[in-house]
């Protein structure tokens, strides 16, 4: 059986982490970060609760990688280039498979994006796994949920959808091909962070977060913080390429109020069109305009044909949800 020093030092300590901007790394009772001059320090944890946020059987290489993309995602929506993250952890035991896996899709993730390990806390309880993640951001220049500005134009990255459809079908609300279900599935597991589009729109868009908890909800937060309203077209929502193949009812309803897509939703004033096109260019990622800003606040939804869109969808909340 290992113990709590050896679970550290082999699966997690095994890497040198000193170097630009890390001072020192993993065991001290800190580690130690020195941003660049004129540089700020963006930072964000997220939390993940077996049998709330993932199955408690889920594939440890999987959740390694999804624990870190969900903060990931975090950076991206402010803009920010990752640095280093924490990682604390409560195992209900000291399993090597599982480590093993986890530690291998996390890593693999940190690596695509340079960002370090430094530190964390490791204690048994029901499985919880909980990242601090530290990024790098050009002074004042974050992407912030209050500076939408009435007449942005909204755009959504990527596409929505396909993860909330994988869960319909685990929860046998929706019958998929085994193929459609894996390909789908594939989104809800390993969630792509848009780090290289983010900062690829500092100085461009006004306004951006993630979307995590369904569309509605999560641009709510930037109307709510910038006192703007909006206006949206439901029918130009891009949906994941599973979602696309399903009913118009089904499409709107899981873009709209899916979860666990970490796309970027943004907002950018009409004269910078070609600039957000170019940004998704140069970092690979599609975007699609949506819908624009206005001064009357709430939300309004319109279909194809300009008809108002009636629905009763909202965002997730943990406690008032389920
Ligand atoms: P302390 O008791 O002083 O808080 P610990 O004994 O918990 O420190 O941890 C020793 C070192 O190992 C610290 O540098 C800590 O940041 C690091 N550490 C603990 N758990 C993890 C983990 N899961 N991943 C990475 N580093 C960890
Ligand atoms: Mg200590």
């Known amino acids: ?9 082999h699966y997690f300590d095994s890497r040198r982490t000193e170097g630009d901007q890390i001072t020192l790394g993993i065991g001290d009772d800190c580690a130690i970060l020195q941003p660049h001059p004129n540089k700020q320090l963006a930072i964000s944890s997220d939390m993940l609760v077996s049998g709330r946020h993932f199955f408690p059987d889920a594939d440890p290489v ?3 990688h999804k624990c870190l993309a969900v903060n990931l995602s975090d950076l991206a929506a402010m803009g ?3 640095v280093a993250f924490t990682l604390a952890l409560a195992l209900p035991e000291a399993n090597p498979t599982w480590l093993e896996g986890f530690a291998q899709g996390m890593f693999a993730l940190a690596d695509e994006h340079d960002c370090k390990l430094i530190g964390g806390d490791t204690t048994k309880g029901p499985l919880t796994i909980c990242i601090t993640i530290f990024g790098e951001l050009p002074h004042g220049q ?30 046998k609300e929706h019958t998929l091909s085994a193929e459609l279900h894996q390909q789908a599935a ?8 848009r780090i290289a589009l983010g900062q690829s729109l500092l100085g461009v868009a006004n306004a951006a977060l993630d979307i995590s908890d369904g569309l509605i909800g999560d641009l709510g937060h930037i109307l709510d913080r910038s006192r703007v309203g909006a206006c949206l077209n439901v029918d ?3 949906a994941g390429p599973v979602l696309a193949q399903q009913t118009v009812d089904l499409r709107r309803t899981f873009t ?3 979860g666990d897509d970490y796309e970027l939703c943004f907002t950018a004033p009409v004269h910078q069109r070609v600039a957000v096109l170019a940004a998704g260019q140069s970092s690979g990622t599609a975007v699609t305009r949506v819908g624009s800003i206005e001064a009357e606040p709430g939300l309004r939804l319109l279909d194809a044909h300009g008809q108002v869109y009636q629905h009763q969808l909202k965002g997730f909340d943990h406690f008032t949800s389920d």
């Open 142 to 171: 974050a992407l912030r949920r209050d500076a939408a500005q009435v007449g942005d134009d909204i755009w959504i990255s990527g596409t929505l959808g396909d993860a909330r459809l994988a869960l319909a079908g685990y929860w």
């Open 62 to 64: 999987g959740l390694g």
């Open 236 to 238: 130009l929502l891009p």
């Open 80 to 82: 920010a280039k990752p």
């Open 256 to 258: 709209l109020a899916g």
């Open 186 to 193: 594939t989104r809800m597991h390993r969630p792509t962070p």
């Open 1 to 9: 059986m290992l113990s709590e020093f050896e679970l550290i030092k």
